[in-house]
């Protein structure tokens, strides 16, 4: 059974940093994409980046590319998403999920293609 945890998210201030990190256990296939989406006070869901695990592909929304990174480790079937210069309206829940077996080109910004889906983690930015 594929199993998503979340974790390193916390509080920090303005321009601080934090790693968040999602560990896979049960991945039917060796090529997954694994995307990082959250959820901000009061709105939808909305995604944030993605990583192909196979190819080592990433893909970012334009609003984080300059300030987010993601990046796996095959051996602890890990992806991370490093927050870097993160500000109060970054605050909210970090979700990881995945597509198995799925391409992320073309289809890592929809939502309703993850199968999968972590429980997520609080990050929260003061000003």
């Known amino acids: 059974q594929l199993q998503l945890v979340e974790s390193g998210g916390g509080s920090v201030q303005a321009g601080g940093s934090l790693t968040l990190s999602c560990a896979a256990s049960?991945?039917?296939?060796?090529?997954?994409?694994v995307g990082w989406f959250r959820q901000l006070p009061g709105q939808e869901r909305e995604e944030v980046a993605a990583?192909?695990?196979?190819?080592?592909?990433?893909y970012y929304v334009d609003s984080v590319k300059e300030r987010f990174s993601i990046s796996q480790d095959k051996a602890k079937n890990t992806v991370y998403l490093q927050l870097d210069s993160l500000k109060p309206e970054d605050t909210g829940i970090y979700y990881c999920?995945?597509?198995?077996?799925?391409?992320?080109?073309?289809?890592?910004?929809?939502?309703?293609?993850?199968?999968?889906w972590g429980r997520g983690t609080q990050v929260t930015v003061s000003p």
């Open positions: 990583i192909s695990t196979g190819g080592g592909n990433t």
């Open positions: 049960g991945l039917p296939y060796f090529s997954n994409c």
């Open positions: 999920a995945v597509r198995s077996g799925g391409a992320c080109y073309g289809f890592w910004t929809r939502i309703r293609s993850y199968s999968d």
